[in-house]
Every structure is written in structure tokens, then in C-alpha cells.
């Protein structure tokens, strides 16, 4: 057992996951066909002359996503109704034989250059499942896909993700498709090897819901067979009947613990990722604009999310006249100021802090507050259980604590607790099991100058690269 745990200690990001993982909260965008139907999911056989957006403004979607402190947005190029947001040499349904720009537009390349001039990463939803391509269920169709897949990652510079839907039903001629994954990833990785693949993919993992929930322990290192597509698409094969957008799939609410891996034949890492529309839908409705989500409820998301070791997709749907409504924007700032102001101020600036061991000077536990992500406290290898004692510059009132492992060493920290002195005694603040990129530790507030974390369980000896504690400007 003991040489099974140091060896899933020991299964790391590759480099492309790492620089996805910190990007921790972005955009989908999803805009077609649907918006000018009022439909989640379009038939395939909708007139391309409906798709005219009267006021697109791609800046508009990237000063909104921005405004939220996200770093990057996904945009539905082709969603299951098969109509193509980019004019694609492969097909005539696309925005070359709508209205739209006198059928001269070419809506990815203008998110594109948006994203570019505002910082944003981009990335792309190509749905497999396509309801309009006569293609579709015959071996052409995956040489149709793998097409546009190279239009869309040769044409519009770095990508950082390809986003591919478990969703898959019958074609328009009842023909159901055995999709050629392989031959996909293959022209991923040959074309934008810097990009993830996610969810019907080997790098990013779904939650296995779209509630916006994720798991108390949602651990990076899982069994190798949650990568398979097939069961991705079982999971996600539910009608939409608008009730499985917030079931939550309580399914495998254990994947990674100890028991969970004993036994698996092999373990990668397939961290996990947390996607949920900022309204009901993934398309636009009028009827939804009085449903955006409340602030409480998406800061609830973020904190479970991008604080529970996972990254949060935030669906965001343009309106018919191709902007996204004053509702959401509003919204989206409310967010991105609180998130602004609550990690605006770290309380640890001139903390000292004591281990109750360390490897070297090199992981000196002062690494801990320098800011840097690539530098980390470790005890000696071996030592599974550790305590660090900090000590703030004065009493502080606080009620938030951010820790951060060391994921590029693994991700080893199984329990842990935090707790704070109180006239001499230790007062239990919080406990949690997991840390691995990020946990937010949230609590009622308390006033406070000692604290004491303490991990009690790992997998062959824990890292630690940040302890930061805030006062949240919102509760
Ligand atoms: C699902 C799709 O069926 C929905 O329309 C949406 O695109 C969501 C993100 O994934 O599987």
C-alpha cells in the first residue's frame, strides 16, 4: 500500500494542464442558431437566414467577462443544431448564408481579436454531435469534423482549450456517429499542443453535473478509466428537460481518496472543471432575464470551485441582438468587485510562520508568503503529517484563508485543520480534506494574530506554496 500511495503521490500536471488550471475562472459563451429559435437545442434544419444579430459587439462580451475577473472565454463555434459561427470551407450552414455582415462575417475571428486586445485566453466549443450535416453516422463525418477542426485551429492563433460535449444523439437521418476521438485528439495536440481537451477528453475532467457543484474532495489523480468518452456520454445522455441542469449527479462522489484508487490499474491526472449558466438556460430567453443568478448564489460557485480545486466555466448567453443583456453585465461586475476587494488585501504581509519540519533552505517555510506558486515548504520525504505555526504582524479580524499546494510536485494533502488562538487555547476555525491547486477556506469571522494548520493525513509528504488570509467584503 505504502509504495502505491508514494506512487500516486507522485502523477503530476502536464504543462498544458498547469497553465489551464491557473486560469481558474472564464467564460462559455453560448450563441447560435438557438438565440434566434429561443431554443436549448436546435433541430438542425433552422434557416441560416435567422442568424442576424443587430448590435454584436464582441468587446461588449469581453469588458463583461473581465469585469468578473475571469481570464478566458470558450465560444460555442457549432452547437448540436450543426449551424457554424465561422464561414467553414466544409459546409453551407454557417453565418456565410445569413444576413448577418451581408454574409461576409466571420463571428469566431471577431471574439477572436477581442479576446487578444482585452487578455483573455480563447477556446473552443465544437460540438461532436451535429443534427443538420448529412455526413453525420458514416465515417465521412469524422473527416468533416477533423476539417473544421483544423480551420478552427489553424486560422485564429493560440487556443487554449478545445471543449468537446458528451451530449450525442442521431444525426438527421436517424444515424447515430462512432466518433474517431483519437483521430481528434491527434489533430488537437498536432496543431495546438499548448491547448487542453476537455470533458469528452484526456485533460479536463467534468464534474459530472451542471448545477455548479463540485465535490467536498475533488482530487486531481483519478483512476485512467474516467477518461473514457463512452461513459462520459452515458452520464451526460439525459433529455433536456431543463430539470438536469440542477440535479446534482451524486454518482462517484469519491474518486480519488485512498479507497477509491486502491486497486486502479493506473492514475492520471484529470483534474476537474465546474460549468454553469449564469441563467436556466445556455442559450438566451427573454423569459430568463429576470433569472440571472444571484451574486450570492455564483460567489457561493466560485468559492466551492475555484476554491475546492477545480476551475469555474461560467455560461453566459447573448441576446438576440448579440450582446449580453444589462442584467448579466451588472451581475458580472458585482462579482468580479467582490472578488476584487477580498483578495485585494493579504493579512500575511510580515507573518513569520514555524514548521514542524523542513526538507532544506530551499523550501524554507517563509516560502509559503512569497507569492510565487513555483516556490514551496516540504518536510522530508516520508513525513506525512506536519503542522505550521503562523504568527500576523498584529491581531487581524479575518474570515477567509487560501492555501495552495505545490501541484507540480503531485497532489499528496488528504485532511487537514485549521485552527486559531484564542487567550492562550486553540480554537478549531475550519477543517477540509483536500488542497490540491487551490483551497478557499471560508468561516464566521474572527479576530485573531496566531494560527495553527495542521495536516493530519497525506500521501508521502505535503507541499504547501501559499497561505494567504483575507477579510471578505461580502457574506
Ligand atoms: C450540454 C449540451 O447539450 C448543452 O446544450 C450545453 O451546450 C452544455 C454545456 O452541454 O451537454
Redesign the pocket.
Known sequence: MNEFIRNAAQVVPSARQLAWQELEFYA?I?FGINTFTNQ??GGGDEDPGLFNPTAFDAVQWVEACKSAGMNGLIL?CK??DGFCLWPSAYTEHSVKNSPWRNGNGDMVKEVVDACRKGGLQFGV?LSPWDRHDGRYGTSEYNDYFKAQLRELLTDYGDIFCVWF???CGEGPNGLKQIYDWDGYYEVIRELQPGAVISVCGPDVRWCGN?AGHCRESEWSVVPAELQDCEKIQEQ?QHA?DGEFAKRVNTRDQNLGSREAVRGANKLIWYPAEV?TSIRPG?FYHTSEDDKVKSLEELLDVYYKSVGGNSTFLL?LPPDTRGLIHENDVKRLSELGQVLRSTFGCNLTSDAHATATETLNETHNVSRIFDGNQHTFWCPKEGTEHAAIDIELNSEHTFDTIVLQEHIQSGQRIEKLRIEYQQEGSWVLLCEYTIIGYKRICRFPEVMARSIRLTIEQSRWCPTLSAFEVYRSTHN
Open positions: 462559455f453560448h436549448e437545442w460555442t452547437h448540436h466549443y460535449d458528451g451530449a451542471e451526460s433536456d460549468n445556455w455560461n
